[in-house]
Every structure is written in C-alpha cells, then in structure tokens.
C-alpha cells in the first residue's frame, strides 16, 4: 500500500528555475527518503530525512519534513536538463519497509 | 562496487510457464527487498529478507510468487505459473540498516 503521495503529480519547468514537489503521508514515521527515477531505469537515493529532523540539504537539494503536517517537501533549485526524471518519496514506519507514493514526474526544459 | 545487478534485464515469457528473476546485493548489506512497479500500483513491495532470512512476505500476491536468499549474494523471484497480470518491471534493492535503499536496474517481464 502506498503511504506518501506526491504533489504535483506532474511538474514542468525552465531550466534554471526551481522545482518544488511535496509528499504526504498518514501514519508516524522513522524516516523519510526521496528517490529520483529516471526512464527505464533504477531508483537512485537522493536524501534521507529521520524523523527528529527539519530540514537537509545535498547540493541543490533541499528537503523539509513537518511531522505534526505529516508532509515533506523537495526542493530542487536551479534546475537542469539532467534533473528530468519522476521523484518518488518514501516513508519508514519503523517497520524496516519503504512504502513509495506515485511520484512527481519533472520535465526541465532547455 | 558494480551496485546491485539484476537478470535479465528483460524476459518475454508465455503465460503459464515458469519465471525466475535474480539478484546479486552490494556486498555487506544485510537487507534485500524485492519491489514490483506497475503504472497502475505504483512501486509495491513483495517480500525483504534481513541476513538472508525472509521477513516479511506478506506484499506477494500470491502462491505462484516465491522468492529464495541461500546466501547474502544471491536472491530468486520465482513465478510459476507466469500470467499476463504478472508483466511488470521487477526490482531488487538492498540496504545496511535502514539507509538509503540501493536499486538494481530491473527485470522487464511481459507475460503473453
């Protein structure tokens, strides 16, 4: 069952500007991870995110987690070409298993 | 590392026959997952093992799924019979502790 849903679900932009994508999710969690997933491939960990924890930063990503909003969101700033991809979030609840929302699908244009 | 390698990278099988996808973790890590991705369900997870021991296997559809781990360098997928609802992209990933998860590329399965 998928416990995070993205928001939006779709997300086009101009190279250069910045891309914000939020997550949220029902039941208390560890922690929270972001993953990007480029086409026809593979699920790449981008940042994690525990639950004693506001914000972090990695490179030009930067994540915030509200517990109390139960939410996230994903920033990424100055965007490129590259950034093109679907990002997923996904929720610990202490179980050891991540459950991945339907993801934001990024489309940077040149 | 070479990450967590996966084979095939697609399999065209007939419905009814036997399929077996496989998994090589990254070294050290002690849990494996196996996820499936479907554009209508999204990325679900069917079973992870922790130290090669099964944990919890209750995402597997059913009894025509079953995965093996005889060592912590290999894992199985096995899906016997195959059907046409079972295509899907198939993913193994791996982790030490709860960190980040480490993807394989998949196993493109169609099932006809």
């Known amino acids: 069952s998928q416990q995070g849903e993205e928001d939006p679900q779709a997300l086009s932009i101009q190279e250069g500007e910045n891309a914000t994508m939020n997550c949220s999710y029902k039941?208390?969690?560890?922690?929270l991870q972001w993953y990007r997933q480029n086409s026809g491939r593979g699920l790449v960990h981008l940042i994690l995110i525990r639950s004693n924890e506001r914000e972090k930063h990695s490179g030009r990503l930067r994540v915030t987690l509200d517990t109390s909003k139960k939410s996230s969101s994903l920033l990424i700033t100055a965007s490129r070409a590259a950034d093109t991809a679907s990002y997923f979030c996904?929720?610990?609840?202490?179980?050891?298993?991540?459950?991945f929302g339907a993801g934001t699908t990024v489309t940077v244009r040149a | 590392d070479a990450g967590v390698i996966q084979s095939p990278r697609h399999e065209v099988t007939e419905m009814g026959q036997e399929v077996t996808l496989r998994c090589k973790p990254i070294s050290g890590h002690d849990y494996l997952f196996w996820y499936r991705q479907t554009m209508m369900r999204g990325l679900e997870l069917l079973i992870y093992f922790n130290n090669n021991v099964p944990i919890d296997d209750s995402g597997m559809p059913e009894d025509r799924f079953s995965a093996k781990m005889p060592n912590a360098s290999f894992s199985t997928l096995k899906i016997q019979p195959s059907e046409p609802r079972d295509s899907a992209v198939y993913f193994c990933?791996?982790?030490f502790g709860l960190g980040g998860y480490t993807f394989g590329s998949g196993t493109r399965l169609t099932v006809v």
């Open positions: 996904a929720t610990d609840a202490y179980d050891y298993k991540l459950s």
């Open positions: 039941t208390s969690i560890n922690n």
């Open positions: 990933a791996s982790s």
